[in-house]
């Protein structure tokens, strides 16, 4: 049972994450292997137990660009199935964990928001 709030892993890249919520509590996941936000949250639900995810509701989605090198984080974009993440809120998650990181919510420029 994984009661991180926030799980992005540890690969540099750029892929799809999800905003939840757990009663008060906000989590957030990225899967660099996963390829669609709903993927993502069945994983999400795995991890914490089936007596846990009643209570789980997905806020939205959208991008994550990481590069750990560089101690630089991106959210941005949105999800077809769920639409978008409140990036900000991701932002204060992220700066939780990563407070030595530079996190934005820009586009980047060199994105085809795929």
Known sequence: MSSQTVDIGSKSGKFKYILVQQGQK???????????????????????????????????????????????INVFGESQSYGAADHAKAKSLLQEKYPDFNISTDKPADSDDK
């Open 26 to 72: 906000h989590l957030l996941r990225g899967d660099p292997n996963l390829e669609f936000h709903d993927k993502i949250f069945e994983k999400l639900k795995q991890d914490i137990g089936n007596n846990s995810s009643d209570e789980l509701k997905v806020l939205g989605g959208g991008k994550v660009q990481v590069d750990f090198d560089k101690k630089q």
